[in-house]
């Protein structure tokens, strides 16, 4: 299974009522750009919300390049961070040092995609 | 004319801190956090680490000087990489390699104790997994010094364990056999440095009935583990004070929750962490570089030959000019591949493969061309330069040859796996 552009979509919009975590972001100054390949969407994740495509894509903290399939393991937990990159199955760009700030993050991104795909099913 | 004693300590382009000084452009303005960490990995050089440095150098050859790391300690030496809201300095590669250029200016073996335990470190700290940093990050913060170690080297598998192509045909290298919970070790790594004095390392053995590079898996193994020996310290021509050892596993039995980066995951691990350390060492190499060129620059602007210093001699000083270029140059490269390293994951193979290889060729030029400088006394212990010489052939071995990071540097260039 991957993370088609539509799921994508709507998890980071089903986020967006997650007020809990947009304040943790905005907390740390996290902004985080993920761009899926095959067919490329853009998404970026930032304490003032979700943006799909249209806005300027230097400005994130950090940039995620990755395909859906990993995508699609990341955010249900059959795959962590540094075993992809490890495995060179995705590219991060951006302070490095900074991916630990994302281990309370991504669970809660992981959470409401399982919950879109549940509905989605 | 100008008096030798006016030149004893002007700017130099080798110095970054000069680079600032002097107004100079640059395109790399390091980080106020890494400027401070810098300093004070100056001054723990010169206060510290210079004043034991040639004991150090003339002592047996496996004896290890734990007063040094312990004061290294003190400063957060073996802390550099673990991040702050552990209790660490939190710095990347750049800081890192910015510390070990310092330490190395004055010593390069106490630059390698202290870069072998934070490589050692990277396993854990990379890995992200939360049971492997609870059981192995908090012997680093604690008030006595302890130091990790990282093993890859065999006796018959060198290079061939950093080359994917080579890693299906190397020859005996450490197995690890399933057994239930745990995994069975068996093999024997050499010139593992700090492997005398470690308390645990992060050992590369290959999966039972999985040759080559998509079978090699990473292990965090503490040395006092039944099975491990600690064997014989090599008796090297340079880098004495730090010691480089034999270590053997035999049915050393090693819970599966020690591997890192999963079964198999060992590989691109190598490939990431060989980023860091390239950059690292080529930094070091730049230290030797730098203190070799350093006593060559202040003798050259004292020793007075045909009523002039050494320096106002235009053979001397095209020798002196091109030495600065090299680790000016050398000092770019390094920097950039530190940046890269803590800005993109993977970061490229090239960068760091580059610096290294130039730093590590420039670093035995420099200080060749230093101890011919000072002439008969170069080639004496007292001055401390044929210290440097020894020295700068070290970082040519380890962390990768010139030939093994010709192939990363082609092959990055071909689009190969490197």
């Known amino acids: 299974m991957t993370a088609n552009a539509t799921l994508l979509q709507q998890t980071l919009t089903a986020l967006l009522d997650d007020a809990e975590l947009t304040a943790i972001l905005k907390e740390r100054g996290l902004s985080l750009l993920f761009v899926q390949r095959d067919p490329e969407t853009v998404a970026l994740l930032s304490g003032d919300g979700v943006t799909f495509d249209e806005f300027p894509q230097d400005g994130a903290t950090l940039r995620f390049e990755l395909s859906g399939d990993t995508l699609h393991k990341l955010l249900t937990g059959q795959l962590s961070l540094p075993r992809a990159a490890a495995a060179r199955l995705l590219t991060v760009k951006g302070p490095v ?15 409401a995609y399982a919950a879109v795909a549940r509905q989605a099913a | 004319m100008t008096t030798a004693f006016e030149l004893k300590n002007p700017a ?42 040639l004991a150090n150098d003339l002592a047996p050859h ?6 040094i790391v312990r004061k290294g300690h003190e400063l957060g030496l073996l802390r550099l990489t673990i991040p702050k809201e552990l209790g660490g300095r939190g710095v990347g590669t750049l800081g890192v390699a910015v510390v070990l250029e310092e330490l ?86 050499r010139f593992i440095t700090n492997g005398k004095v470690a308390e645990w390392a992060t050992v590369f053995a290959n999966l039972e009935g ?15 583990t039944p099975g491990v020996t600690r064997g014989p ?4 021509m340079g880098y004495r004070a730090c010691l480089g050892t034999t270590l053997l596993f035999e049915d050393v039995r090693v819970p599966v929750e020690n591997i890192a980066f999963g079964e198999g995951g060992g590989w691109g691990f190598l490939t990431m962490q060989s980023n860091q350390a390239r950059s690292t060492v080529a930094a070091i190499s730049v230290g030797v570089a730098r203190g070799a060129f350093e006593i060559a620059h202040r003798y050259a602007g004292e020793r007075v030959q045909g009523g002039l210093p ?58 060749e061309e230093s101890m011919s400088i ?11 330069v044929e210290k440097f010489v020894r020295e700068s052939f070290g970082a040519r071995i380890y962390e990768g040859t010139p030939e093994v990071l010709a192939l990363a540097v082609t092959n990055a260039l071909y689009g190969h796996r490197a």
Not at chain 1, 97 to 111: C, F, N, S
Not at chain 2, 16 to 43: I, T
Not at chain 2, 233 to 236: E, G, P, R, S
Not at chain 2, 374 to 384: E, F, I, P, S, T
Request: glycine share 6%.
């Open chain 2, 12 to 53: 130099t382009l080798s110095d970054l801190g000069a680079l600032s000084a002097a107004a100079m452009p640059s395109f790399f303005q390091l980080p106020p956090d890494v400027e401070q960490l810098r300093d004070e990995a100056r001054e723990f050089a010169e206060t510290v680490v210079k004043p034991r440095r």
């Open chain 2, 62 to 67: 496996d004896e290890f000087d734990w007063e």
């Open chain 2, 233 to 236: 310290v090599a008796d090297k």
């Open chain 2, 104 to 189: 190395a200016a004055v010593c390069a073996s106490t630059a390698l104790i202290f870069g072998a335990s934070l490589l050692g470190q990277t396993s854990v700290l990379t890995s992200g997994d939360p049971h492997l940093q609870a059981r192995f990050l908090p012997q680093f913060l604690g008030d006595e010094p302890v130091l990790a170690c990282n093993a890859i080297t065999e006796e018959v598998a060198g290079c061939d364990l950093l080359i994917p192509d080579n890693s299906p045909v190397a020859q005996e290298v450490m197995t690890a056999r399933r057994d239930g919970d745990e995994y069975v070790l068996n093999g024997i790594k």
């Open chain 2, 310 to 367: 050494l320096y106002q001699h235009q053979f001397t000083a095209r020798k002196l000019a091109e030495m600065t270029a090299k680790i000016d140059a050398a000092r770019l490269l390094y920097l950039q591949a530190a940046y890269q390293a803590d800005n993109m994951l993977p970061a490229p193979t090239y960068g760091p493969a580059v610096a290294k290889l130039f730093a590590d060729r420039i670093a035995i030029e420099v200080a």
């Open chain 1, 97 to 111: 040092t900074r991916l630990r700030q994302l281990g309370d993050v991504l669970p809660r991104v992981g959470a």
């Open chain 2, 374 to 384: 000072l002439g008969a006394r170069g080639y004496c212990r007292d001055y401390d």
């Open chain 2, 210 to 224: 999985h040759p080559g590079a998509d079978g090699l898996t990473a292990f965090i193994v503490p040395l006092d």
